[in-house]
């Protein structure tokens, strides 16, 4: 049995339902629907148990219909709920985009302040598995585009474990992106809640000779190719977005104020990327801070391949985010 402070290791699926499980015992107005999340345990084991805790009217199994779930989660947090939502994966998320951009994201707003929406939509994103196109891609800057939600990219095990509960306590409608390479992610979490920002980016490592900026899946990529920068004598500072929508360019232009430098790494497609808002932002707002033009390592403009090999050579990889931060460096 674990002690108050003492690290135990888990996964970061398991630290998602960990975050769950708080939320239900908690609050009973928490409940959570979408497809496969109660007898199956979820499509990819994070509910897995919650059925047999909390019984078929807080874990509710859903049809094959991402507009319905979704705008039903919608109307019972209008009613006073604390919804919270899964949808399979980002692609088919756009079945409900209409529910989330014209009913969610705008109802606090044109109600003039009348009807919050207390909603938690959870999906998975990214690639890396082999599942092909319809699957794998990583479509987070379409929700980071939408004002009046907030979107959120757990990378870690702490931000998995505990951005749910202040997700769930904010008015307004917010989405979490989680990255499907990260669920066997493990190691350490301390077992008590611990409060999560999520206004701010993170600084995960500290240097200064480059700022490696990313969020989500990408992060152990940023972490492995730090390790080999400093083999080079390259101090790299690896910065983790954390929250997409509101984007906390202040902590990246202070980071980038530190080391002169920026390569930004997104796993989706380069043009209209998150990654081609924050180098927007950096031109308009540290254009004489920068020694170098800002580098950016995106997937290939390409729908994600199945073939193991092509769909490699479509992700940002470790060799490429090193030969990019070179090249920043001189």
């Known amino acids: 049995m674990s002690t108050a402070g003492t690290q135990e290791t888990t996964t970061y699926r398991e630290a998602l339902r960990e975050a769950l499980r708080e939320a239900m015992r908690s609050d009973d107005r928490v409940f959570l629907m979408g497809e496969d999340v109660g007898r199956y345990g979820g499509c990819f084991g994070v509910s897995l148990g919650l059925l047999e805790e909390f019984g078929p009217d807080r874990v509710r199994d859903t049809p094959l219909s991402e507009s319905a779930f979704v ?5 019972a947090a209008l009613a006073g709920m604390r919804p919270i939502v899964e949808i399979m994966t980002v692609n088919f998320s756009l079945l409900a985009l209409d529910q989330i951009l014209n009913n969610a994201a705008t109802l606090l707003h044109m109600s003039g302040g009348q009807l919050p929406v207390p909603l938690v939509i959870r999906m998975t994103t990214g690639a890396g598995r082999q599942l092909a196109a319809q699957h794998s891609h990583s479509l987070e800057s379409f929700y980071a585009h939408i004002p009046g939600i907030r979107v959120l990219a757990p990378a870690t095990l702490e931000d998995a474990r505990h951005m749910l509960a202040p997700a769930l306590a904010d008015p307004d409608p917010v989405v979490i992106f989680e990255h499907g390479s990260l669920y066997n992610a493990s190691g350490p979490l301390a077992p ?139």
């Open 71 to 75: 705008g039903a989660g919608i109307g």
């Open 192 to 330: 008590q809640a611990a409060s999560v920002d999520l206004d701010h980016a993170a600084v995960r490592r500290p240097g200064d000779a480059v700022s490696l900026i990313t969020y989500g899946g990408s992060l152990p990529k940023m972490f492995a190719a730090a390790d080999e920068l400093a083999a080079d004598g390259v101090d790299a500072e690896v910065v983790d977005l954390r929250t997409l929508r509101p984007l906390d360019a202040g902590t990246v232009a202070a980071s980038v104020a530190r080391t002169h430098r920026a390569v930004v790494v997104d796993e989706a497609w380069r043009t209209g990327s998150v990654a081609a808002e924050l180098s927007a932002r950096l031109a308009e707002e540290s254009f004489y801070e920068l020694d170098a033009p800002v580098e950016r390592v995106c997937g290939a403009e390409v729908p994600i391949p199945y073939a193991r090999r092509l769909e490699e050579a479509a992700l940002p990889q470790t060799a490429g985010i090193v030969a990019a931060a070179h090249r920043a460096v001189g």
